[in-house]
């Protein structure tokens, strides 16, 4: 008997997260909405099973250790593997803040996010996808994490001086190149995708 494809997609609750959720339960997937609030995260479950997708909630707040350490060991216990992690979760605070108007606690607030919480999620799932026939890691980052686009004032992206936001997802953008080449001999593939405005432009 075949085993279901099991996906966890951080942030799964709303906007890409939650898209990328039915898209991919239509598919036949098995989904793990991962939201810091169980009651939102069971509010997606539900939209979700109107349209006959297999899905459950994991609370699951990317910038607590114990609350990915809890997510981790909860998916173990009832799955024994995962086939495929999204690192969906993100957030911007800065608004208009020019980066000389920017305050500390912003920025590290969003790296927290950002940076943080995919490095931290994507390194205690990994046991877990390693028990997978062929894990799969992917990354949401972001055409304004590009330091090209925003050093060329052609482009669509310069205006938007976004320092914290926008050098998150540059490092990102990072973190996907090191784990992949890391993982490169291995079956987990790790994969980016920049989106901007909502729209997928292209893996990394």
């Known amino acids: 008997m075949n085993k279901s494809k099991i996906v966890l997609i951080t942030g799964g609750n709303k906007g890409?997260?939650?898209?990328?959720?039915?898209?991919?339960?239509?598919?036949g997937y098995e989904i793990l909405i991962g939201a810091r609030s169980e009651g939102k995260g069971h509010e997606a479950v539900t939209l979700l099973e109107t349209e006959n997708i297999k899905a459950k909630t994991v609370v699951l707040d990317v910038t607590k250790p114990s609350s990915v350490l809890s997510a981790v060991e909860w998916i173990e216990q009832e799955y024994g593997y995962l086939d495929i992690l999204i690192n969906n979760a993100g957030v911007f605070f800065e608004g208009n803040a020019s980066p000389s108007e920017l305050g500390l606690s912003v920025l590290k607030n969003t790296y927290e996010?950002?940076?943080?919480?995919?490095?931290?999620?994507?390194?205690?799932?990994?046991?877990l996808l390693q028990k997978s026939s062929a894990g799969r890691i992917v990354n949401l980052s972001s055409a304004l994490g590009s330091l090209t686009l925003n050093s060329d004032p052609t482009s669509e992206f310069y205006n938007v001086n976004s320092l914290a936001y926008n050098s998150s997802k540059t490092?990102?953008?990072?973190?996907?190149?090191?784990?992949?080449?890391?993982?490169?001999?291995t079956p987990i593939k790790y994969n980016g995708i920049r989106v901007y405005n909502n729209c997928f432009l292209n893996s990394i």
């Open 16 to 27: 890409i997260g939650f898209e990328t959720a039915r898209q991919l339960g239509i598919m």
């Open 113 to 127: 996010t950002n940076v943080f919480g995919v490095f931290s999620v994507t390194k205690a799932i990994l046991p």
């Open 171 to 185: 490092a990102v953008n990072a973190l996907t190149v090191f784990f992949a080449k890391e993982l490169r001999d």
